[in-house]
């Protein structure tokens, strides 16, 4: 499948009632976003029924579009009639500062557009206007959407479920974590529901979940999700330092293999280093490169949704705009135009693109050369 975005304007918002099956992790706070977008909620769970009154009738109704969790629990497939689809899209674009919208293609239109040299690029005008060609949509198409859910989605998703429900600050992250804390969690709440005291309840889950995170000298891994989806390991990487209070961390990386450096445009050699220093809910991280003696080779900014620490991973969505500083001191924005494009296709909001420019702009007034050769310190100690 390929992945592209959803223009406002492929599919004509329409008055009609769709109806909606909605499950997974998300099912409380979707519910009540669908319903309050004027769509009818079929099929809906047992829980789902009782904590928003819904109609033993609805039952029987088959759906427009389905709603479920996507494998890795980080957002959402949405699938069905394309007028719906399109629907939801907008209403999730509106609402949510950060959320990243998916369009999967038919696998009909993907052989077309394939049958002749096989190049592509998610970000290609002309891929882009042939798969509308392709499928002339109309309100009866079916279509797929990949929804992710960055930092600021679940959080705001931890908001409206709150206003229904019993709910733990960071619910739909620690859902998201599954395993052994999304089991604590939801004895946490069931807690909160049987009228245990909020702050007493928290605190004894954060105290039981902290032991399955990292902590300094571990190692941790980074995984780097593109906008389109595609998702990236950035390696193993040694945690030297870890403020737990703070939320602040130093990462190291020792290269083995050579090669060039992204957007520096550097030589990288085996035996260099790399310090990333970040704070779990930052919008970028910044890495700086060092030779095996400790020569500064230059600094990349990633810019990116709020950082997310997961028991073994950091995990964020790299929004393209990045900024490089060689040793001399130059700086550069780098890829602006690809966040342009992404905005034009719908994957991301206008308002997601205008926080980017924003953040992008006090780096460029905040990076030093002397602040980022202080960290080859911290490296040399380690590798």
């Known amino acids: 499948m390929v992945s592209i975005g959803l223009r406002r304007g492929d599919l004509e918002l329409t008055n009609e009632v769709f109806r909606a099956k909605v499950r997974g992790i998300y099912s409380t706070a979707l519910t009540k976003i669908l319903l309050d977008n004027g769509f009818r909620i079929v099929q809906p769970s047992r829980a789902i029924r009782e904590r928003f009154n819904l109609p033993i009738a609805e039952e029987n109704y088959q759906p427009d579009i389905e709603i479920f969790d996507r494998f890795d629990k980080q957002g959402i497939n949405v699938i069905g009639r394309a007028a719906a689809v399109s629907k939801v899209s907008s209403a999730l674009l509106d609402l949510l500062d950060d959320v990243i919208i998916r369009r999967q293609i038919p696998i009909f239109a993907t052989a077309q557009l394939f049958s002749g040299d096989g190049a592509h690029s998610g970000l ?3 891929l882009y206007e042939a798969i509308r060609d392709i499928e002339d949509a109309s309100s009866d198409m079916r279509m797929r959407i990949d929804v992710e859910f960055p930092s600021l989605s679940k959080k705001k998703l931890d908001e409206i479920r709150s206003a229904i429900v019993p709910t733990l ?166 890829d602006f135009e690809k966040l342009d494009k992404f905005a034009q296709m719908c994957y991301i909001s206008k308002r997601l693109k205008d926080i980017v420019y924003e953040k992008a702009k006090e780096l460029m007034n905040s990076l030093r050369v002397d602040l980022e050769i202080e960290a080859k310190t911290i490296g040399k100690g380690t590798h």
């Open 124 to 126: 290609n005008e002309d």
């Open 169 to 334: 600050s960071g619910h739909h992250y620690y859902k998201a974590c599954g395993g052994k804390i999304a089991g604590m969690l939801e004895m946490a709440e069931k807690l909160l529901e049987s009228g245990y005291p909020p702050k007493e309840t928290e605190g004894i889950f954060k105290e039981c979940v902290s032991r399955e995170y990292p902590h300094e000298n571990s190692k941790i891994s980074i995984e780097h999700v593109k906008i389109n989806g595609r998702i990236f390991n950035l390696g193993e990487a040694h945690m030297a330092e870890f403020n737990e209070s703070e939320k602040h961390m130093k990462l190291i990386r020792v290269f083995s293999s050579q090669g060039v450096y992204d957007g520096l445009n550097v030589p990288k050699e085996p035996g260099d280093y790399a310090v990333t220093t970040l704070r779990i809910g930052d919008w970028f991280l910044r890495t700086s490169y060092f030779s095996r003696d400790g020569e500064y080779k230059g600094t990349y900014v990633n810019i990116n949704t709020p950082i997310e620490l997961y028991p073994t991973k950091i995990r964020y969505v790299d929004l393209e705009v990045d900024i490089c500083m060689w040793p001399d001191g130059r700086t550069r924005k780098i």
